[in-house]
């Protein structure tokens, strides 16, 4: 999941930190209670995975509780690194000036597939099943965040009910904030 997380999401902050460190964060999503992370393999192969959490905010403070001090040896290569400051000053601004009062708490943190099996209905499929994942935790609708260069991701999400409700910045970068309905019946269902 980390290496195609890096080469599959490189638009977003995660990614500059490096596999090891992806790998360290996608252990920790698959033990955190509040979060979700489903897979879909080709043999042993991982070619897409998805991951939400419940509440974003709460999910943050947890890591960065449990796992903060551990990742952040991690990361001082990136932190020593000029362009470090401004995307750290960015990502706060991103995380405090954002009026997120309407926004749903829950989020689809992340959701990437392997180039060779794109267009092929995995990503679909995933988002199916973290939608009846949220469904089934009686979460009504999630957020889910996509950058202006993640072209896919702008049509992908609407397609599948998405609605834009915000733009956004982060650093440079601008981005949409899609809410995400889990319905009761999935479309296709009846």
Not at 6 to 11: D, G, I, K, M
Not at 77 to 98: E, F, N
Not at 176 to 186: A, H, I, M
Request: hydrophobic share 45%.
């Amino acid at each position: 999941m980390a290496h195609l997380h890096a080469t599959e999401l490189q638009a977003g902050l995660l990614a500059k930190f490096g596999v090891a460190f992806l790998a360290d964060f996608y252990n920790y999503v698959a033990g955190d209670p509040g979060c979700v992370l489903l897979v879909a393999l080709e043999g042993d192969k991982v070619i897409g995975f998805v991951s939400g959490t419940h509440d974003i905010g709460k999910f943050y403070h947890r890591f960065i509780l449990r796992r903060g001090l551990k990742l952040a040896t991690r990361l001082v290569p990136y932190l020593l690194s000029r362009r470090a400051l401004s995307s750290i000053v960015s990502l706060r601004r991103y995380l405090t000036s954002r009026n997120t009062t309407h926004l749903p708490v829950s989020e689809l943190t992340s959701l990437a597939v392997d180039v060779g099996a794109q267009r092929k209905g995995v990503g679909k499929a995933l988002f199916a099943a973290l939608q009846e994942h949220f469904r089934s935790e009686g979460i009504q609708a999630f957020q889910v965040t996509a950058a202006k260069t993640q072209v896919a991701a702008l049509q992908f999400y609407p397609a599948l009910g998405a609605k834009l409700v915000a733009k956004t910045q982060l650093g440079t970068l601008e981005s949409f904030v899609f809410v995400c309905p889990t319905p009761r019946d999935p479309p296709g269902s009846t």
